[in-house]
T-cell receptor, first 113, second 119 residues
Framework: GIQVEQSPPDLILQEGANSTLRCNFSDSVNNLQWFHQNPWGQLINLFYIPSGTKQNGRLSATTVATERYSLLYISSCQTADSGVYFCAVGQPSRDQGAQKLVFGQGTRLTINP | DAGVIQSPRHEVTEMGQEVTLRCKPISGHNSLFWYRQTMMRGLELLIYFNNNVPIDDSGMPEDRFSAKMPNASFSTLKIQPSEPRDSAVYFC?????????????????FGPGTRLTVL
């Protein structure tokens, strides 16, 4: 099956710093999503981005599907950004319903005040 | 919208007991997913449904696990009998389903999870 690798596994930064998280995948995908799991365990969808670039406030994401990677940028990090960031990918299927997603192991981001 | 609703939020049971986890997807969503999260294995997809029909249950660990979706607004995940190694956080997620929406909008929304502890 498809492999999803995220780097770095852990990232510790001071408040105000910028961060870049990477997701590599081993095969063609037509679905890629970034999630944030906060310290209370809630999983929040940040971006649906199978290709191209999107921005939402201090967060932006870029997926280069032909090169099989995606990047998540967080600018001016705040302590509330702490948590684990997951990348998840899906591949084309015959079924016209929703796709199954394969998750990476996540990047644990810690923002210190 | 209330989002995806799961119950119970916490469950502590003894080995051998039956456990039933419940999920109510977002109204209007056609696809529902059950995931399990552990430290060792991360987030794993157990099973997913499209229009109440199970599509892929290859992630269900063994016959002790079963899932149903009797209607568009309710699903259950049952473990019988439960074992200590089943201890994990179980998430339910829902999405609109690609077939019914333009490309690029098949976002999955997760519930708060059920933390299961089997003693």
């Amino acid at each position: 099956g498809i492999q999803v690798e995220q780097s770095p596994p852990d990232l510790i930064l001071q408040e105000g710093a910028n961060s870049t998280l990477r997701c590599n995948f081993s095969d063609s995908v037509n679905n890629l999503q970034w999630f944030h799991q906060n310290p209370w365990g809630q999983l929040i969808n940040l971006f649906y981005i199978p290709s191209g670039t999107k921005q939402n406030g201090r967060l932006s994401a870029t997926t280069v599907a032909t090169e099989r990677y995606s990047l998540l940028y967080i600018s001016s990090c705040q302590t509330a950004d702490s948590g684990v960031y997951f990348c998840a990918v899906g591949q084309p299927s015959r079924d016209q319903g929703a796709q199954k997603l394969v998750f990476g192991q996540g990047t644990r981001l810690t923002i210190n005040p | 919208d209330a989002g995806v609703i799961q119950s119970p939020r916490h469950e502590v049971t003894e080995m051998g007991q039956e456990v039933t986890l419940r999920c109510k997807p977002i109204s209007g969503h056609n696809s529902l997913f059950w995931y399990r999260q552990t430290m060792m294995r991360g987030l794993e997809l157990l099973i997913y449904f499209n229009n109440n029909v199970p599509i892929d249950d290859s992630g269900m660990p063994e016959d002790r696990f079963s899932a149903k979706m009797p209607n568009a607004s309710f699903s259950t995940l049952k473990i019988q009998p439960s074992e200590p190694r089943d201890s994990a956080v179980y998430f339910c997620a829902s999405s609109l389903g690609r077939g019914l929406v333009p490309r690029g909008t098949d976002t999955q929304y997760f519930g708060p999870g059920t933390r299961l502890t089997v003693l």
